[in-house]
């Protein structure tokens, strides 16, 4: 670790975080949910807001992708989605839900101010975002695809999507 320049947990709880809260609105698997615990943990996200059926640490299933990251990432279990948002919004998070809807805003096109927080919702594999949950989004945004399959795993986009913003907002 130390050769890589790699920061310990501890030093990473103080860190300056990047300011996005990942919520998983009922992931089922919980090999994508330790996915994303990993991703956050690159990038340095604020927390995970876990939600409805989404499991969480400790997990052996969760362990076996987060690889620790667990330890690091702060998360909050909430029993349903809604009450995450209605949280996130009180705290001044402006709402973003990766869907595919009419009115979505290409990832690529989608602006962010550096001066905001933003709460980026991801839905369950099968279902995707909850419709209610889109309702009270400020914004959706998706990713193009140009193949014969309309959607990636969580997993995939949750990587994709918090690269480009940690890019969009730190300029690394």
């Known amino acids: 670790m130390d050769n890589l320049g790699r920061i310990s947990v501890d ?49 052996r299933e969760i362990q076996k992708t987060a690889l620790g990251s667990t330890e690091s990432v702060a998360w909050k279990y909430f029993g349903s989605t809604v009450s995450a948002i209605e949280e996130l919004k009180k705290e001044g998070y402006i709402i973003v839900s990766v869907e595919q809807v009419e009115g979505s805003i290409n990832l690529s096109d989608f602006k962010t101010n550096k001066e905001l927080k933003y709460a980026l919702v991801f839905g369950n594999e099968v279902n ?18 140009f193949g014969t399959k309309h959607s990636f795993n969580i997993s995939v986009t949750a990587g994709i999507v918090l690269y480009d913003l940690f890019h969009k907002l730190s300029g690394n």
């Open 11 to 59: 030093e990473f709880r103080n860190a300056e975080k990047t300011p996005l809260v990942v919520v998983l609105d009922n992931i089922r698997s919980q090999h994508n949910i330790g996915s994303v615990f990993r991703t956050s943990d690159a990038f340095r996200i604020e927390r995970i807001c876990l939600c409805g059926i989404s499991a969480t640490p400790p997990s």
């Open 128 to 145: 995707g975002v909850l419709q209610k949950i889109i309702d009270v989004s400020d914004y959706c945004i998706e990713i193009p695809q």
